[in-house]
């Protein structure tokens, strides 16, 4: 008998979208029509095979109270059943479109429900059966009756279901796929979890009701009015009561509106009214337009300054629940972002409701990705096989009828690093036809053939700029296009840095309409031993490491530093001045808003302390006006210091999104300089039985290594030039650019030694030459330690001179030295938060304080973190230190060497001492994990360099 092929692949290697489900539709909910949510707790069965069971249990009699309970919507893999996988663009499986393993893990789910007592009988209507998002692909059984199959994820797929619906006893049976031919449109950079993990509802459709509808509302800015037209698939009635319209479906209104925008995103609550139902509808008027060579809503140039948004949540995965959409809204609102890219894939629904409540400029974009191709040299890629253009197209119908009447929906975009091909081509021709009112985008189509935005990702400054003023080439098409970085600044780990010399280069040329950072959230699993796990830790064969967590916020959405930067860098208020004249300029950088909603104030300090402080009007300056404010006179009898200006612009009462007070953007404007510390070398050295001392210092006279200062046991300060690389350091493996991590690991700058060559203890000074060389290498640094003291203070002067050809640069300089106790950290300088050199925007200069636990900042993979930079002055263990000049501070509870070893946070354990760094300098944090390294400004040369710090015994320090 010849052999038959499992009558699995039918379904699941076959290329088409499916069969069964309806046609792609708005997404609404009925004001007149019943709905009941399937979500909750479902039977499970997991088999490790695509036919490993037959479909039996989808019968009613079938008896499944053996089986495992899972939720839906949910995960199997992050619910005890199988593991997730990660990787960034590889295939978990061999490439052979559009077939899958037969290792295919397979979940068959089951529920029994019964419809409410009240729900309509047949001859109300149909019914619904809706999946918001499957991975990755279903078959569906409802009361024994195979109702079809579907692919395509993240996407919605509906099934007519009225005729099989009894009063009790339902059962609903699905069957779910890990793989299939879907798999292999779906290669996006996060982990691949299989289950049913959005919503399940039934929905009763009232005869007469509406199956579609586009909502059209356009705004003219120059008449300031809104045009309204609802396109229905049956007649009905569209009323606005706010603007009095009252009009038939396919007919037209002009009436003067608000304009919706993400600065101030107006809707309008309407009803459409058919024969059958009433839909709720809230509607935003506004254009999108490709015009003078930009994108402009409603006759307004955008600056987007935006972020990629993958779906994630640390325990349910892309499970969200309505709050934690909300959660991710409000904290980018809060921190000024104005714009998102749904990457890869359209979101969750009820995400773009909130843009639309909020205001956030959206890139919808299509659930499709085939990056593992390019270990192929992009052969058989399914965009340029016309048998996978109908399943192209089906995705491309399912997101843009699904979210067409979204007003927070400016731009569609095909997908992502998926090649070029013919597919790519039959959907954006498909989508400028159904919707021509919104351009379409794809970072892929370099000559922008079939796209309207000229895209890229991770381009350097260098080329942003050629960009910017037009000297970049390429097609005459390109070259008349917008541009816009759809992902850039990757935030992994320790950074991004490079955001404001970006945002500068944004704001100077207008061709450049900002960009997306990469991205939201780590995607960290929430893991009882490990704080939270990354790839490689649930044993797969193929993973791409902690390279999925990589988000401006923590996995369980706390801002990371980088965020906090991200906030200061796009600030919508601009505040400069120059302190000596008293003046402050603001710019109101907003694209659509004035500055009516915003009270500002102003606070005078010195030395970091707030001396007076008061209210500053500032007139409701339109977008891209600019005044000159004078600040009052400074505090009469204000003490000497170094002053500062600290202007903050708030919000002048409670919106939407944050409570009255929140701070929106702030300044800070140099009066005087800082006084730098001085200490007279009055003191002598003396020896004593090995010990010599000097001022509050002890000594041991052999080695001239710093023991003790009044008191204080302390582990001598050395030379310092090694920190725990991180992400960016190591830099990604195809980047062409020097990657700083491995070069400073293979000089060995991570195991330097330190060699004695001479004490000197003369009238004045204890003076200490070492030499500071890597084993191996003829490299070093001839370092001199010279302490001198006026009897009460110690001071440090640090002088370092490089040997040898350096072709690399630092990664920091500085010294390092051990307290036996230290919990609570004071400084003057900046902060409050973690900064380097280039992530520095948001450092304030003032006091703060903090514990030394709370100064860590806590990356998933363990990394350089911490520093505080521009310190005047520390306090700390019963220290004060001052440095000349102004230095970064880090304070952490393990050496950088064990903090180098942890691949997580729980391998990081405390020891006896509280190891503190104070360097002269760091090299620059960049963006090299995916994106361009640090810009030369930014690079510690290895160079002579000379600085000093003072240090005094301060009792009442802890």
Same mark, same amino acid.
């Given at each position: 008998?010849?052999?038959?092929p499992?009558?699995v692949?039918?379904?699941v290697?076959?290329?088409?979208?499916?069969h069964?489900?309806?046609?792609?539709?708005?997404r609404?909910?009925?004001?007149?029509a019943?709905s #009941?949510? #399937?979500?909750?707790?479902?039977?499970?069965?997991l088999?490790?095979t695509?036919?490993?069971?037959?479909?039996?249990?989808?019968?009613?009699e079938?008896?499944?109270?053996?089986?495992?309970?899972?939720?839906?919507?949910?995960?199997?893999?992050?619910?005890?059943?199988?593991?997730?996988?990660?990787?960034?663009?590889?295939y978990?499986?061999?490439v052979?479109?559009?077939?899958?393993?037969?290792?295919?893990?397979t979940?068959?789910?089951?529920?029994?429900?019964d419809?409410?007592?009240?729900?309509?009988g047949?001859?109300?209507?149909?019914?619904?059966?809706?999946?918001?998002?499957?991975?990755?692909?279903?078959?569906?059984?409802l009361?024994?009756?195979d109702?079809?199959?579907?692919?395509g994820?993240?996407?919605?797929?509906?099934?007519?279901?009225g005729?099989?619906?009894?009063?009790?006893?339902?059962?609903?049976?699905?069957?779910?796929?890990?793989?299939?031919?879907?798999?292999?449109?779906?290669?996006?950079?996060q982990?691949w979890?299989?289950?049913?993990?959005?919503d399940?509802?039934?929905?009763?459709?009232?005869?007469?009701?509406?199956?579609d509808?586009f909502?059209?509302a356009?705004?003219d800015?120059?008449?300031g009015?809104?045009?309204?037209?609802?396109?229905?698939?049956v007649?009905g009635?569209?009323t606005?009561?706010?603007?009095?319209?009252d009009?038939g479906?396919?007919?037209?209104a002009?009436v003067?509106?608000e304009?919706?925008?993400?600065?101030?995103?107006?809707?309008?609550d309407?009803?459409?009214?058919t024969?059958?139902?009433?839909v709720?509808?809230?509607?935003?008027?506004?254009?999108v337009?490709l015009?003078?060579?930009?994108i402009k809503?409603?006759?307004?140039?955008? #600056?987007?300054?935006?972020?990629?948004?993958?779906?994630?949540?640390?325990?349910?995965?892309?499970? #969200?629940?309505?709050?934690?959409m909300?959660?991710?809204?409000?904290l980018?609102k809060?921190h000024?972002?104005?714009a998102?890219?749904t990457?890869?894939?359209?979101?969750?629904?009820?995400?773009l409701?909130?843009?639309?409540?909020y205001?956030?400029?959206?890139?919808?974009?299509?659930?499709?990705?085939?990056h593992g191709f390019?270990?192929?040299?992009?052969?058989?890629?399914?965009?340029?096989?016309?048998?996978?253009?109908?399943?192209?197209?089906?995705?491309?119908?399912?997101?843009?009828?699904?979210d067409?009447n979204?007003?927070? =929906?400016?731009?569609?975009?095909?997908g992502?690093?998926?090649?070029t091909?013919?597919?790519?081509t039959?959907?954006a021709?498909w989508?400028?036809?159904?919707?021509?009112?919104?351009p379409?985008h794809?970072?892929?189509?370099?000559?922008?053939?079939?796209?309207d935005v000229?895209?890229?990702?991770y381009?350097?400054?260098?080329?942003v700029?050629?960009?910017?003023?037009?000297?970049?080439?390429?097609?005459?098409?390109?070259?008349?296009?917008?541009?816009?970085?759809?992902?850039?600044?990757?935030?992994?780990?320790?950074?991004?840095?490079?955001?404001?010399?970006?945002q500068r280069l944004?704001e100077?040329?207008?061709?450049?309409?900002?960009?997306?950072v990469?991205?939201w959230?780590?995607?960290?699993?929430a893991?009882?031993?490990?704080?939270?796990?990354?790839g490689?830790d649930?044993?797969?064969?193929?993973?791409?490491?902690?390279?999925?967590?990589?988000?401006?916020?923590?996995?369980?959405?706390?801002?990371?530093?980088?965020?906090?930067?991200?906030k200061?860098?796009?600030?919508?208020?601009?505040?400069?001045g120059?302190?000596?004249d008293?003046?402050?300029?603001?710019t109101?950088k907003?694209?659509?808003?004035?500055?009516s909603?915003?009270?500002?104030?102003?606070?005078?300090?010195?030395?970091?302390?707030?001396?007076?402080?008061?209210?500053?009007p500032?007139?409701?300056?339109?977008?891209?006006?600019?005044?000159?404010?004078?600040?009052p006179q400074?505090p009469?009898?204000a003490?000497?210091?170094e002053?500062?200006?600290?202007?903050?612009?708030v919000?002048a009462?409670?919106?939407?999104?944050?409570p009255?007070?929140?701070?929106v953007?702030w300044?800070?404007?140099?009066v005087?300089?800082?006084?730098?510390?001085?200490?007279?070398?009055?003191a002598?050295?003396?020896r004593?039985?090995?010990?010599?001392?000097l001022?509050?210092?002890?000594?041991?006279?052999?080695?001239?290594?710093l023991?003790?200062?009044?008191?204080?046991? =302390?582990?001598?300060?050395r030379l310092?030039?090694?920190?725990?690389?991180t992400?960016?350091?190591?830099?990604?493996?195809?980047q062409?650019?020097?990657?700083?991590?491995?070069?400073?690991?293979?000089?060995?700058?991570?195991r330097?030694?330190?060699?004695?060559?001479?004490?000197?203890?003369?009238?004045d000074a204890?003076?200490v030459?070492?030499r500071?060389?890597?084993a191996a290498?003829?490299l070093?640094?001839?370092?001199?330690y010279?302490?001198?003291?006026d009897?009460?203070?110690?001071?440090?002067?640090?002088?370092?001179?490089?040997e040898?050809d350096?072709?690399?640069?630092l990664?920091?300089l500085?010294?390092?030295f051990?307290?036996?106790?230290?919990d609570?950290?004071r400084?003057?300088?900046?902060?409050?938060?973690?900064?380097?050199?280039?992530?520095?925007?948001?450092?304030a200069?003032?006091?703060?304080?903090?514990t030394?636990?709370?100064?860590?900042?806590?990356?998933?993979?363990?990394?350089?973190?911490?520093a505080?930079?521009?310190?005047?002055?520390?306090e700390l263990?019963?220290?004060?230190?001052?440095?000349?000049?102004?230095?970064?501070?880090?304070?952490?509870r393990?050496t950088?060497?064990?903090?180098?070893?942890?691949?997580?946070r729980?391998?990081?354990?405390?020891g006896d001492?509280?190891?503190v760094?104070?360097d002269?300098?760091?090299?620059g944090?960049?963006?090299q994990?995916?994106?361009?390294?640090p810009?030369?400004?930014?690079?510690l040369?290895?160079?002579p360099a000379?600085?000093?710090?003072v240090?005094?015994?301060?009792?009442?320090?802890?």
């Amino acid at each position: 008998m010849p052999f038959r092929p499992y009558s699995v692949t039918d379904y699941v290697e076959d290329v088409s979208p499916g069969h069964g489900a309806l046609p792609p539709r708005a997404r609404y909910s009925s004001s007149d029509a019943a709905s #009941l949510s #399937l979500n909750g707790t479902w039977r499970f069965r997991l088999s490790g095979t695509a036919d490993a069971e037959d479909d039996s249990f989808a019968a009613a009699e079938y008896d499944a109270g053996g089986w495992a309970e899972v939720r839906v919507p949910g995960h199997w893999v992050l619910q005890g059943h199988g593991s997730p996988i990660y990787t960034n663009h590889l295939y978990p499986f061999p490439v052979d479109p559009p077939r899958v393993p037969t290792e295919n893990p397979t979940g068959d789910h089951r529920l029994v429900f019964d419809l409410p007592r009240d729900w309509p009988g047949p001859s109300d209507g149909g019914a619904v059966l809706r999946f918001d998002g499957v991975e990755s692909c279903a078959r569906v059984w409802l009361n024994g009756t195979d109702l079809g199959e579907f692919k395509g994820s993240r996407l919605p797929h509906e099934f007519a279901v009225g005729d099989l619906l009894r009063a009790t006893g339902n059962v609903l049976a699905v069957r779910v796929h890990q793989w299939s031919a879907g798999s292999y449109l779906e290669d996006q950079d996060q982990w691949w979890l299989p289950g049913i993990f959005r919503d399940v509802t039934l929905l009763h459709r009232p005869a007469g009701s509406a199956l579609d509808f586009f909502v059209h509302a356009s705004y003219d800015h120059r008449r300031g009015t809104g045009t309204l037209r609802v396109d229905s698939d049956v007649d009905g009635r569209v009323t606005v009561p706010d603007l009095g319209i009252d009009i038939g479906t396919g007919d037209e209104a002009t009436v003067p509106v608000e304009p919706w925008s993400a600065e101030i995103p107006r809707l309008y609550d309407a009803v459409l009214a058919t024969e059958g139902e009433r839909v709720p509808l809230r509607i935003g008027f506004r254009t999108v337009e490709l015009s003078d060579g930009l994108i402009k809503v409603n006759g307004r140039a955008v #600056l987007f300054k935006g972020v990629n948004r993958h779906e994630w949540h640390p325990e349910r995965g892309r499970a #969200l629940d309505p709050q934690t959409m909300r959660e991710d809204v409000l904290l980018m609102k809060r921190h000024n972002v104005n714009a998102v890219r749904t990457s890869h894939y359209p979101p969750h629904p009820a995400f773009l409701d909130l843009c639309d409540e909020y205001g956030l400029w959206v890139i919808d974009e299509c659930d499709l990705e085939t990056h593992g191709f390019t270990e192929q040299g992009w052969r058989g890629n399914p965009v340029d096989d016309d048998r996978w253009t109908p399943a192209l197209l089906d995705r491309a119908a399912r997101m843009v009828e699904r979210d067409k009447n979204h007003p927070c =929906v400016v731009v569609w975009s095909l997908g992502n690093e998926a090649g070029t091909g013919r597919g790519l081509t039959a959907m954006a021709d498909w989508i400028h036809h159904r919707d021509p009112s919104r351009p379409v985008h794809y970072e892929g189509d370099v000559d922008c053939r079939d796209t309207d935005v000229y895209s890229r990702m991770y381009a350097g400054h260098a080329e942003v700029e050629r960009i910017g003023r037009g000297l970049d080439g390429g097609p005459a098409r390109r070259r008349e296009l917008p541009f816009i970085l759809c992902e850039y600044a990757h935030a992994m780990g320790n950074g991004p840095g490079g955001l404001a010399d970006y945002q500068r280069l944004f704001e100077r040329h207008d061709r450049l309409q900002g960009g997306f950072v990469w991205e939201w959230i780590d995607h960290g699993i929430a893991h009882p031993e490990l704080g939270y796990a990354y790839g490689g830790d649930f044993g797969e064969e193929l993973h791409d490491g902690n390279f999925v967590c990589d988000g401006l916020v923590f996995p369980d959405r706390r801002p990371s530093p980088g965020l906090v930067e991200y906030k200061k860098v796009i600030e919508p208020v601009a505040v400069a001045g120059d302190g000596a004249d008293g003046t402050v300029r603001i710019t109101n950088k907003y694209d659509f808003a004035d500055l009516s909603a915003l009270a500002f104030t102003w606070s005078y300090q010195v030395d970091g302390e707030t001396v007076e402080s008061g209210g500053l009007p500032v007139p409701a300056l339109a977008p891209g006006e600019s005044a000159d404010v004078k600040l009052p006179q400074p505090p009469p009898g204000a003490p000497a210091g170094e002053a500062l200006w600290t202007v903050r612009a708030v919000l002048a009462a409670d919106a939407p999104w944050a409570p009255r007070d929140h701070l929106v953007a702030w300044g800070q404007i140099r009066v005087t300089e800082r006084r730098v510390p001085y200490v007279a070398a009055t003191a002598r050295p003396v020896r004593d039985d090995g010990v010599l001392t000097l001022g509050p210092g002890t000594f041991d006279a052999r080695t001239g290594a710093l023991t003790a200062i009044g008191g204080v046991a =302390v582990s001598a300060p050395r030379l310092d030039v090694w920190r725990a690389t991180t992400d960016n350091d190591d830099g990604a493996a195809w980047q062409s650019d020097v990657r700083y991590g491995p070069l400073w690991r293979k000089l060995g700058l991570h195991r330097m030694r330190h060699r004695l060559d001479g004490v000197l203890a003369d009238e004045d000074a204890l003076t200490v030459r070492t030499r500071v060389a890597p084993a191996a290498r003829e490299l070093g640094l001839a370092t001199v330690y010279r302490w001198t003291s006026d009897g009460g203070r110690l001071r440090l002067t640090v002088s370092v001179g490089p040997e040898g050809d350096w072709q690399v640069p630092l990664p920091r300089l500085g010294v390092r030295f051990g307290l036996p106790a230290a919990d609570r950290v004071r400084w003057f300088g900046g902060g409050p938060g973690e900064a380097y050199p280039d992530t520095r925007s948001a450092a304030a200069i003032g006091r703060w304080r903090s514990t030394v636990d709370d100064l860590q900042t806590p990356y998933v993979r363990p990394q350089e973190n911490g520093a505080r930079v521009d310190v005047r002055w520390v306090e700390l263990g019963g220290l004060r230190i001052e440095g000349d000049p102004e230095f970064l501070l880090t304070v952490r509870r393990w050496t950088g060497e064990h903090l180098d070893a942890a691949a997580h946070r729980t391998d990081l354990t405390p020891g006896d001492q509280v190891w503190v760094n104070l360097d002269h300098a760091q090299h620059g944090i960049g963006s090299q994990s995916c994106g361009p390294g640090p810009l030369p400004q930014y690079h510690l040369h290895a160079e002579p360099a000379e600085f000093s710090f003072v240090f005094t015994p301060a009792p009442g320090t802890v």
